[in-house]
């Protein structure tokens, strides 16, 4: 099956019942998928009438206490931006997949790109903690949908997973596990009695119990600055107290958050750090610098943010350079380079979008390296 | 008052957020009385308050959902109604209402008021039309009469507002009326009816906006407002929601002008999955809820 199709059906295996979306391309087979096959597990598929109206859809069907997705592309990315915030604001577990197309604009819908990543990071207003996930095979799309729910019932935050056009496009096979192996984190639900339950009261993780709607808690929550009894309060104690926590619940559980593949990067003397359909790229590159006696490791980020800084910071101390490829001007290769500082050089390697990388562009960026 | 009354509380307070009042809205703003009347039309529709939930987006009329004591969802700019979508479909116990401005619903939200009431989503939508954007000082809304003064059409709108109500009826709403705030019986009468009605149902309510828009249209008290509204309100039940635009200071056409069948978003998509998949197949209005633990989740 073909990534897209793979997404879905990691949503469906990770308890998915409610998918809220609008076509785009390369998106689409997402929805195509899930709108059959939601209605064979009593699920609820619908097609809004846009993107804003899509991220907000699963918002409400979340807070109804059913797990819920949308997936899009990058116009539709740029979409759901404003209620993103309301997510992260209300502290709303979903899950939002963007098969991403070379951009600005329209771009060319049916190619790759890596241009929304930093996107993914910063795109809705305001300061806040996010979580990203990035695939590079059906049989990883598949496996980090289930994830990307999983840390965001436990987070208490939507959870992007940002694929490409190509990761979405390609089929190979994908291995679906039986349901019994496959490991659901269950929702926070609150411990005590409605009477005295204040929605944002959080436990030690930073992360607060949620209550659905309709089960007699009567709380309120607000896209305000609010309290922790979720009510609005304008002023800059009650900001400070909230944007940290917001941000602090993520940098706190980095360690349970961050996931990383490293090959080779012990005794290395570059390291290509990437991700998504260009880790692929960049992983037949390294065997071949490999080939040639060159000593190149190879990083591969499954999360993006938050951004692995402690495992760039200590590589950087005993390599000459990162090589970093990505389909874009250079998104990721910056905060390899804030991390690395002096100790090592960042070494950016473009592409503009519209396809991937030419293997021999990375190598001859490795052998530049380490020369 | 006397102080002795007012330590009795007001025979509403059970249903309010005491510890949220006082509210924001101003002198001679109609939202008061609206609340009042959705408080008391809720209690007689007999529906369980711990199944009602009130979304509202961004505005006056927003922070309706900051003060009753229901679960209740203050969410962005104009996107009220699908987050009211959402909970619906996955919790189709639930009795939800949307209670919002005209900017809110039929501006920035307009799209999504319109397609909702195709899909015939069943939801009472609230929308208190006070003519334009009170919460940000008075400027032009989609509402607003033509050449009626604000502060962003300050020598008067040219654009042609929205009827309301033709709107919802031509998108496809099953319950359609509209009263002022100065009709409280009537208006508490309907939105027990609206808030029974199987489907899409829209309240308009026409209400005060006196430090802004009053005062800039020659209504520059609540009072003068209401007199407007005795004076120039026609009930017509019945009405061709076409017929019932407002002119600046013109007739106000009240009354309950839609309330037909159709069936709803999810009447269709259960009657579909029982065609495909025969009868034993679970209804889409029954959605399997999660695994929960009581307690917080370990870490």
């Known amino acids: 099956m073909n990534g897209d199709v793979a997404c879905a059906e990691g949503a469906i295996s990770a308890g998915c019942r409610f998918f809220a979306g609008y076509p785009i391309t390369p998106a689409t087979e997402v929805a195509e998928r899930m709108a059959e096959r939601l209605p064979e597990v009593s699920g609820i598929y619908i097609q809004m009438e846009d993107e804003l109206a899509s991220m907000n859809a699963i918002l409400g069907a979340s807070w109804g206490g059913?797990?819920?997705?949308?997936?899009?592309?990058?116009?539709?990315?740029?979409?759901m931006m404003e209620n993103l915030?309301?997510?992260?604001m209300l502290e709303?577990?979903?899950?939002?997949?963007?098969?991403?197309?070379?951009?600005?604009?329209t771009g060319i819908p049916t190619l790759a790109g890596q241009g929304d990543m930093m996107q993914a990071r910063w795109g809705s207003h305001g300061c806040y903690g996010i979580i990203a996930l990035s695939p590079s095979s059906p049989q990883e799309i598949y496996h980090l949908t289930i994830k990307a729910f999983n840390l965001s019932e436990k987070y208490r935050i939507p959870v992007l997973i940002m694929a490409d056009e190509i990761v979405g496009h390609m089929s190979e096979k994908v291995v679906i596990p039986p349901p019994e192996e496959i490991v659901l984190f269950p929702r926070r639900k609150p411990n005590v009695m409605p009477e005295e339950y204040l929605p944002f009261v959080p436990d030690a993780d930073l992360v607060p119990p949620m209550a659905n709607a309709g089960e007699g808690y009567r709380f309120h929550v607000t896209g305000l600055t609010h309290d922790e009894r979720g009510y609005p309060v304008m002023n800059a104690?009650?900001?400070?107290?909230?944007?940290?926590?917001l941000v602090q619940k993520i940098e706190t559980n980095r360690e349970d958050i961050i996931e990383i593949e490293e090959d080779g990067v012990d005794g290395a003397d570059v390291v290509v750090c990437s991700y998504g359909i260009s880790a692929r790229v960049s992983e037949f590159a390294v065997e071949r610098a490999r080939q040639e006696g060159i000593k190149v490791g190879m990083l591969k980020l499954i999360t993006v943010w938050p951004f692995p800084e402690e495992t760039i910071r200590k590589i950087a101390q005993r390599v000459k350079a990162f090589i970093v490829p990505e389909i874009n001007y250079g998104q990721i290769a910056l905060e390899v380079e804030r991390c690395a500082g002096v100790a090592a050089d960042t070494v950016l390697v473009p592409h503009m979008g519209g396809g991937v990388h030419h293997p021999e562009s990375i190598m001859d960026a490795i052998r530049k390296a380490v020369r | 008052m006397s102080q002795a009354s007012l330590e009795q509380g007001h025979y509403m307070d059970a249903y309010l957020r005491q510890d949220r009042m006082p509210h924001i809205w101003c002198p001679g703003c109609g939202l008061g009385s609206i609340l009042h009347c959705f408080l008391s039309g809720l209690l007689k529709s007999g529906l369980s308050l711990d199944k009602v939930v009130v979304v509202s987006g961004i505005g006056c009329t927003g922070r309706v959902a900051g003060y009753v004591k229901l679960d209740?969802?203050?969410t962005t700019h104009g996107r009220a109604i699908p987050f009211a979508t959402g909970l619906k479909l996955a919790k189709p116990e639930l009795k939800v209402v949307v209670f919002s401005g005209d900017g809110d619903l039929i501006a920035i939200g307009g799209n999504h008021f319109i397609h909702a009431a195709r899909r015939n989503i069943d939801m009472?939508?609230?929308?208190?039309n006070n003519f334009n954007y009170g919460m940000t000082g008075g400027q032009l809304g989609p509402t607003t009469p033509l050449t009626a003064r604000t502060t962003t059409s300050p020598y008067g709108n040219t654009e042609q507002p929205f009827n309301v109500p033709y709107l919802a009826a031509a998108s496809g709403a099953v319950y359609v009326a509209r009263w002022t705030s100065m009709h409280v019986r009537r208006l508490e009468r309907t939105i027990t009816e609206a808030l029974l009605k199987r489907g899409f149902s829209l309240v308009e309510v026409i209400s005060p906006c006196p430090p802004v828009y009053g005062r800039m249209n020659r209504q520059p008290t609540g009072l003068d407002q209401m007199r407007y509204y005795r004076e120039n309100s026609i009930i017509r039940h019945g009405a061709d929601p076409k017929d019932v635009d407002i002119d600046l200071n013109g007739k106000i056409i009240v009354g309950k002008f839609?309330?037909?069948?159709?069936?709803t978003f999810s009447d269709l998509q259960e009657e579909m999955l029982q065609k495909t998949f025969g009868p034993e197949i679970p209804t889409s209005d029954t959605p399997p809820q999660e695994a929960t633990v009581a307690g917080a989740a370990p870490k």
């Open chain 1, 85 to 88: 915030g309301l997510g992260v």
């Open chain 2, 72 to 74: 209740s969802f203050h």
């Open chain 1, 66 to 79: 059913v797990k819920a997705m949308t997936a899009t592309s990058g116009p539709g990315f740029s979409l």
């Open chain 1, 92 to 105: 709303t577990p979903c899950v939002l997949t963007n098969i991403q197309r070379a951009g600005p604009s």
């Open chain 2, 124 to 128: 009472t939508v609230i929308c208190v």
């Open chain 2, 258 to 263: 839609i309330d037909v069948e159709r069936p």
């Open chain 1, 237 to 245: 104690e009650a900001q400070d107290k909230l944007i940290r926590r």
